[in-house]
């Protein structure tokens, strides 16, 4: 089973940028590479969405490169209330019967923003 | 509030217990997974539904089970519960058909179960 890898923990200050990584190295080849924000005791929230190149939305960014093993995640000019765990999801596998597809969450990085 | 509905909110049992945990979607949405929390796992996808049948199966314990009922709502059930098992259990939905694979839909996740193993 492939392994997606994010880092631990990362610290910014408030109204900084803030890219975190996910590297994906066996991600199934028709899917997307999903990103997920999670607050203490709830349900993970969807941030962005994206297959190749670049995708912006009112809240973020996603990069992927042509070799789709990775993708990035981009915060602009974080606030307190932006203090989560994020985590990067994607499909493993081929989506052709149960057992050989997985949907593979990475550990999850935790954001601490600081004032 | 995503429109995902679990219920129980909280559950503790003692091992050797079997339970069932619900989970109604999204109005609309057809496609339903299960996940499991723990401390050292992280996010681990269960198993996945998609309009009645089972669609994805991931890192489910064979004491582990799930159906998705005509009316589109899942349970969940553990049985032979062990201590290992205490963790927060996340049901969510999404729309689709999965085109091209289960994670190209947006997936709204319910607020949890909490299963505590005495």
């Known amino acids: 089973l492939a392994k997606t890898t994010q880092p631990i923990s990362m610290d910014s200050y408030e109204g900084q940028e803030v890219n975190i990584t996910c590297s994906h190295n066996?991600?199934?080849?028709?899917?997307?590479i999903t990103w997920y924000q999670q607050f203490p005791s709830q349900g993970p929230r969807f941030i962005i969405q994206g297959y190749k190149t670049k995708v912006t939305n009112e809240v973020a960014s996603l990069f992927i490169p042509a070799d789709r093993k990775s993708s990035t995640l981009s915060l602009p000019r974080v606030s307190l209330s932006d203090t989560a765990v994020y985590y990067c999801l994607v499909g493993v596998g081929e989506y052709s019967g149960a057992g050989s597809y997985q949907l593979t969450f990475g550990k999850g990085t935790k954001l601490s923003v600081i004032p | 509030d995503s429109g995902v509905t679990q219920t129980p909110k909280h559950l503790i049992t003692a091992t050797g217990q079997r339970v069932t945990l619900r989970c109604s979607p999204r109005s609309g949405d057809l496609s339903v997974y299960w996940y499991q929390q723990s401390l050292d796992q992280g996010l681990q996808f269960l198993i996945q539904?998609?309009?009645?049948?089972?669609?994805a199966k991931g890192n489910i314990l064979e004491r582990f089970s799930a159906q998705q009922f005509p009316d589109l709502h899942s349970e969940l059930n553990l049985s032979s519960l062990e201590l290992g098992d205490s963790a927060l259990y996340f049901c969510?939905?999404?729309?689709?058909?999965?085109?091209?694979?289960?994670?190209?839909?947006?997936?709204?996740f319910g607020p949890g179960t909490r299963l505590t193993v005495l």
């Open positions: 969510a939905s999404s729309a689709g058909g999965l085109a091209g694979g289960g994670s190209t839909d947006t997936q709204y």
């Open positions: 066996n991600i199934a080849t028709n899917d997307y």
């Open positions: 539904y998609y309009n009645g049948e089972e669609r």
